[in-house]
């Protein structure tokens, strides 16, 4: 059981590249999550989503989109990449409805750009 | 969604309770109280969460007063390895709506040798 897994670890991009962050669960999870992390600033959420085929904006969705084509896999998208975009990035996953469901986080992907 | 404010940092000497407060102040009926924390880089970690009663668990305790405004995160025997970012947070779950999961700055807890 892997829980939350995030690919790349880590990705160094120029200004105005394009890039896809994958994150996958295999534990059934219907609620997964974006987050980035900045120094100082804690967690904020991109986006999020709720079930197969459905997405929703966070705190910090601008220059970020997301698919949810699958129940395991939430993908974040970065379609032209800015330094401003510098952070580490966290995706995380829950149950639906159930009092004991905290989320689980990946290890994050550190991204640059230059 | 209820908001949460904490202390942005506290000192505990090792082997002795560490006590994390938080403030929801707004906190509605049906909104959990949960409490993570991260280690350097790594994912956050989850410790424990609560709705009304005190909860206790391997790792800490979690009280929570009568009128849930407030709550105290205790680590009862703080050791260097609790060297973290402490996240209080509370958290809706409903069926049909969907669930925004918001983190504030946390608490940096330094365990002192």
């Known amino acids: 059981n892997a829980g939350v897994t995030q690919t790349p670890k880590f990705r160094v991009l120029k200004t105005g590249q394009s890039m896809t962050l994958l994150c996958a669960q295999d534990m059934n999870h219907e609620y997964m999550y974006w987050y980035r992390q900045d120094p100082g600033m804690g967690l904020r959420l991109i986006h999020y989503s709720v079930g197969e085929g459905t997405t929703a904006k966070g705190e910090v969705p601008d220059g970020y989109n997301v698919s949810r084509l699958k129940k395991q896999n939430f993908l974040l998208g970065l379609e032209s990449a800015a330094p401003s975009q510098t952070s580490v990035y966290f995706c995380a996953s829950s149950p639906l409805g159930q009092r004991d469901s905290p989320l689980h986080f990946g290890n994050g992907t550190r991204l640059t750009v230059t | ?113």
Not at chain 2, 34 to 39: A, G, K, L, S, V
Not at chain 2, 44 to 59: A, S, W
Not at chain 2, 85 to 102: A, G, H, P, Q
Request: one cysteine or more; glycine letters at 6%.
């Open chain 2, 1 to 113: 969604d209820a908001k949460t404010t904490q202390p942005p940092s506290m000192d505990c000497a090792e082997g002795r309770a560490a006590n994390l407060p938080c403030n929801h102040s707004t906190i509605s009926g049906n909104e959990y109280v949960y409490w993570y924390r991260q280690i350097h880089s790594q994912g956050p970690q989850y410790i424990i969460h609560g709705l009304k009663n005190n909860e206790t668990n391997e790792m800490a305790s979690l009280i929570i007063t009568e009128d849930r405004k407030s709550s105290t995160l205790i680590l009862p025997h703080a050791t260097l390895r609790d060297t973290a970012v402490y996240y209080c947070i509370v958290r809706v779950l409903m069926k049909t709506s969907y669930d925004k999961v918001i983190f504030g700055p946390g608490t940096s807890l330094s365990v002192i040798p």
